[in-house]
């Protein structure tokens, strides 16, 4: 029996929904199951919450920076909203969860000073830093990835949480309808600038095809006017949208998704069943999400494209190799299906009850 969970973590939405998912399923197999997330003043956070009718504490806490005075406010912050959780943690929790992320830092250590069992959800196949500080002193970690190394002994691969929108979707899918092939772009929860860029300067190579793509365009808040200006400019058949809650019907209803390649994306790519063309941010120093693409690469479910690789005659080679092939697009998408881990919510939720205290919790 699980009466309360408590998630840390945030900054985006890869790494709020593998929480949400858990959080959601536990209060369907346990109803009046108590979930708290212990989330940033992130406006993107909002938009991951609005409507879910979870429970939120928001901290006061910012990304360190590369200034020093940058890392002591950090360490003010986290020691102050430890203590605020540790309170809240006092009324009772069965399990709780690290979400990665610097926000997940203060919760995780409040949780050890609790006594709360701790799991630490790992979405991507190289763990994020704060996940390998935390791994030694966690109960669990919970991984994407058969690959995925960890020290300690504590993984556990459950596979990446999906959210139950996603699995709806999944379910949903048809096959393709005749007419317009369909792409969506996205970026994650924010979009990516330069995964919009990439696109801006394909567009005027790709006008002879307009008639044969629509195009969905996650874009982010930021870029999302100017995107929608150059599909208007190309003549483009283009929905443009800064963050999306309807993002799963949107990739259940294309016939290629190009995007970043962070873990959540990816598991949900997978659930749906969608062909993607997969662009890893560059600019990670772990290199994580080229890593991640390789996963679904090797399996056939995705092509790897490099940023800097992304000028309009690859995009325009590549969106020919599969886009106007049925079997190329049917092939990848079963390849993409072998790799879904549909049941990964309720996995994480039974790592938990074998966690629990003697006795269970009380909310």
């Known amino acids: 029996m699980i009466r309360a969970l408590a998630f840390f973590g945030g900054g985006t939405g890869g790494h709020l929904f593998p929480g949400i998912a858990v959080a959601e399923r536990a209060r369907e197999r346990f109803p009046g ?29 910012r990304a360190p920076g590369k200034n020093p005075r940058d890392w002591i406010r950090y360490a003010y912050d986290a020691a102050r909203a430890r203590m605020e959780i540790e309170r809240v943690l006092g009324e009772g929790f069965d399990a709780a969860f690290g979400l990665g992320g610097y926000a997940a830092l203060p919760g995780a250590l409040a949780a050890r000073a609790s006594g709360v069992p701790l799991i630490l959800l790992e979405q991507n196949l190289v763990p994020g830093k704060v996940n390998r500080m935390l791994a ?13 190394a960890l020290p300690g002994g504590r993984k556990v ?8 929108e996603v699995l709806a979707a999944a379910a949903g899918r048809r096959s393709r309808i005749p007419g317009k092939r369909t792409i969506l772009v996205v970026g994650g929860s924010q979009g990516a600038r330069g995964l919009n860029r990439s696109v801006e300067r394909a567009l005027p190579s790709l006008v002879d095809l307009r008639e044969e793509i629509r195009w969905i365009h996650c874009a982010g808040d930021a870029d999302k006017e100017s ?10 058949d283009a929905e443009v949208l800064g963050y999306s809650p309807r993002l799963p019907e949107l990739m259940a209803a294309s016939d290629l ?12 790519i997978a659930a749906i069943g969608v062909p ?4 890893p941010f560059p600019h990670h120093a772990d290199r994580h999400q080229e890593r991640n693409a390789g996963v679904l690469a090797r399996a056939g479910a995705a092509i790897i494209v490099e940023e800097s690789e992304l ?17 190329k697009l049917e092939a990848m998408s079963g390849r993409a299906r072998a790799l879904a881990r549909p049941e990964a919510a309720d996995a994480v939720i039974d790592l938990a ?10 909310p």
Do not use: H, Q
């Open 157 to 164: 691969v459950t596979g990446n949480p999906v959210r139950k």
């Open 136 to 148: 030694p002193i966690s109960d669990a970690v919970a991984c994407s990835f058969e690959e995925t």
């Open 353 to 362: 009850l074998r966690l629990e205290p003697a006795g269970g919790g009380s």
């Open 276 to 279: 993607s063309l997969l662009v």
């Open 33 to 61: 199951c108590r979930a708290v997330f212990f989330r940033t003043r992130r406006a993107v956070e909002d938009k991951v919450f609005d409507g879910r009718g979870l429970e939120t504490r928001l901290l006061s806490i």
């Open 227 to 236: 995107m929608a200006e150059a599909y208007r400019t190309g003549g483009f």
């Open 311 to 327: 000028g309009p005659e690859r995009l325009r080679a590549c969106l020919e190799e599969v886009l106007f092939s049925e079997e």
């Open 257 to 268: 998704i190009v995007g970043r390649a962070g873990g959540t994306t990816l598991s949900e």
